[in-house]
C-alpha cells in the first residue's frame, strides 16, 4: 500500500530517497518514541516533541488536559515530523559529506479519542514501552483518565525519505587520496538500572532490553 500523495508530501529535493510505501512509514514510527508536532497559533509557529506510537493507520500522542499543543491541534492542520540518524557519511569532498537516515513527515489533523478506545490506546503504549508490563502494574484511575487527552492523526498524507550507503563522489575528486566511507550510529540499550529499594527479580522483558537489537 501506499499513502495519498499530494503536493505537499510530494519530495522534490532528491527524489530518488523518497518512499511512500506505508510499510516503510510504519517501520519508521515503530522505531521511534518521539515525534515533533509542528504547528501555529496567536503566538507564532511552533515545534514541539512529544511521545508518540502507531495503531493500524493512525499515529497517536498524549498530554494533560491543559495542553496548549492539544487544544490547538483540534482546530487546525499540523505537520509530524519523525527522524534516525543512522550515520555519517565522509566523503571526498567537504560539499558530498551527507548523513544515512530515515524520516516521515505526516500531514493533517488531529482528533480525539473518547471512552473505552481511549484507554486501549493508553495501554498500547505502555505495551509499546515495555510489552506485559501493563498486566503487572496498576492501571489508569478514573480521575488520570479524565485529566488525560489522548489524540490521534491518520498516516494517509504522509511521505518518507531515506539515504543509506556509502558517499557519492564527484569524478574529478576520485583521485583524492582521503579515507572514505561511513560512521554508523546506533541507539543502545545499556543494562537495566534498578529503583532504589527495588529488590524484586527483573522480569522478562527488563532481562531482554540490553539484548534487542536496535538499528
Not at 516503510?24 to 508536532?37: E, K, P, Q, R, S
Not at 493512525?58 to 492539544?70: T, V, W
Not at 515530523?81 to 493533517?108: C, E, K, P, Q, W
Not at 554508523?184 to 534498578?194: E, G, S, T, V
Amino acid at each position: 500500500m501506499t499513502t495519498h500523495s499530494t503536493a505537499r508530501t510530494r519530495v522534490r529535493r532528491i527524489p530518488t530517497n523518497a518512499a511512500y510505501d506505508t510499510a516503510t512509514l510504519h517501520a519508521i514510527i515503530d522505531d521511534a518514541y518521539v515525534c515533533h508536532i509542528a504547528f501555529s497559533d496567536d503566538g507564532g509557529p511552533h515545534c514541539i516533541p512529544t511521545a508518540c506510537w502507531r495503531e493500524g493507520d493512525h499515529l497517536y500522542i498524549h498530554g494533560s488536559n491543559g495542553s496548549r499543543m492539544l487544544k490547538r491541534l483540534t482546530e487546525d492542520e499540523c505537520c509530524v515530523t519523525i527522524t534516525h540518524v543512522d550515520g555519517l557519511v565522509l566523503a571526498r569532498s567537504a560539499f558530498n559529506h551527507s548523513m544515512n537516515y530515515r524520516s516521515a513527515m505526516v500531514y493533517g489533523r488531529f482528533e480525539v479519542v473518547e471512552g473505552e478506545a481511549k484507554k486501549a490506546s493508553m495501554e498500547a503504549f505502555m505495551e509499546k514501552l515495555a510489552a506485559g508490563r501493563q498486566a503487572e502494574v496498576r492501571g489508569g484511575s478514573d480521575k488520570e483518565y479524565a485529566a488525560t487527552t489522548v489524540m490521534r492523526i491518520p498516516l494517509a498524507e504522509a511521505a518518507c525519505k531515506v539515504r543509506k550507503g556509502g558517499p557519492e563522489d564527484d569524478a574529478e575528486d576520485m583521485a583524492i587520496e582521503v579515507w572514505t566511507g561511513v560512521l554508523p550510529l546506533r541507539r543502545a540499550q545499556a543494562a537495566p538500572i534498578a529503583a532504589e529499594g527495588n529488590t524484586l527479580p527483573q522480569p522478562a522483558y527488563v532481562q531482554a532490553w540490553q539484548h534487542n537489537t536496535i538499528y
